[in-house]
């Protein structure tokens, strides 16, 4: 940030009165702009065919991480829910009309300033195609599974927390206060983020 | 938004390609500006004296609803978790030190395009103060908190929710999954807002 977008003055970084953190000022006229973190909201859309749960997933056509696969998830947009927010990304990248249950996983990603959200959700019909943003959009077995290319972290993390507990409806049921848990795992998941970025620019230089 | 916040340029409204809203662009430098909702975390304290569960409230000592009480929490920072924002807020408006259970509550508020976050959390110790953005802090039995001063409806229902579950910790621990129920009840919050809203209004016109 150069400019206040109000009157286009040169901003300041300063701690505003009252304030504990450097902020982007206006010298202008006063305003400050506070930078927060945004939440991904998406779903685990689960279609029981049978004795089988199977996943829908999304292969990623843009970046970051074009060609993974990944829960069908984005930013949520202002005027909206997070369920909302959860189903219309749904809707966008896999074409899909899924059901949320309850709140399944809430991951922190501090060094992207990001909050993951999924939400359990229920595919009624194996009705979906690719959005926009899809390759390639397919249901998955346990067993299937692409865990070498899946596109993020936070999306790895909720997959296993689903398996690990799938023939439980209580357990599943109780799984949203595992959100402490998973924020606490968060070291091991940046570790795993930064030892995959160094890996990735190794490939690249 | 008027100016480009990297060039100065004035902006647009326009729905970039392959975007389904309008934003603000700039075209100078084709930058997009996002705008998303903004996470409100903190929680809820509770000092267990013998049978009793006492509950940490804080009196706010700035707007809006200068002269109410709420749960202590604040706007989640850039590089934190979002524990690590319930505590720290807990920490900067009661100077109390909290040790949090689980996620308790979620609840979206689309037309400030914020998601109020509460987290369940032990208050080992009474030792809290006001901290700059307290008027006062005081623990709370069930009896005697003030229902008709407190600030947000999203702290009412928090705080409805736990008296309504804390002699069960089973169904506290089942909680966090009430997620869903919370946002379906949104447009009773936004109605009571609103009627709040308006009431304030009239006293002050």
């Known amino acids: 940030m150069k400019f206040c977008s109000h009157c286009a003055t040169p901003v300041e970084v300063k701690t505003p009165e009252g304030d504990n953190r450097p902020r982007f000022v206006c010298p202008g006229c006063d305003t400050i702009f506070y930078q927060n973190p945004r939440i991904v909201a998406g779903t685990l859309p689960v279609y029981r065919n049978g004795d089988l749960h199977q996943i829908l997933l999304c292969k990623r056509a843009i970046e970051p991480r074009k ?75 346990e067993k299937d599974i692409p865990w070498k290319e899946i596109a993020f972290p936070t999306v790895a993390r909720t997959l296993k927390h689903y398996f690990a507990n799938q023939h439980d409806p209580q357990e599943l049921q109780r799984c949203a206060s595992s959100v402490i848990e998973l924020d606490q795992a968060l070291k091991k998941l940046e570790e795993e983020e930064k030892q995959r970025y160094k890996s990735a620019n190794r490939q690249t230089s």
């Open 67 to 141: 060609g993974y696969w990944t829960l069908p998830a984005g930013f949520m947009e202002n005027g909206e829910s997070t369920v909302q927010a959860a189903e219309r990304e749904t809707l966008e990248e896999a074409n899909a009309r899924v059901i949320s249950q309850s709140a399944f996983t809430m991951i922190s990603v501090p060094h992207i300033n990001q909050v993951h959200l999924f939400y359990l959700a229920d595919l009624p019909e194996p009705e979906f195609s690719s959005g926009s943003e899809s390759l390639e959009v397919a249901l998955f077995d």
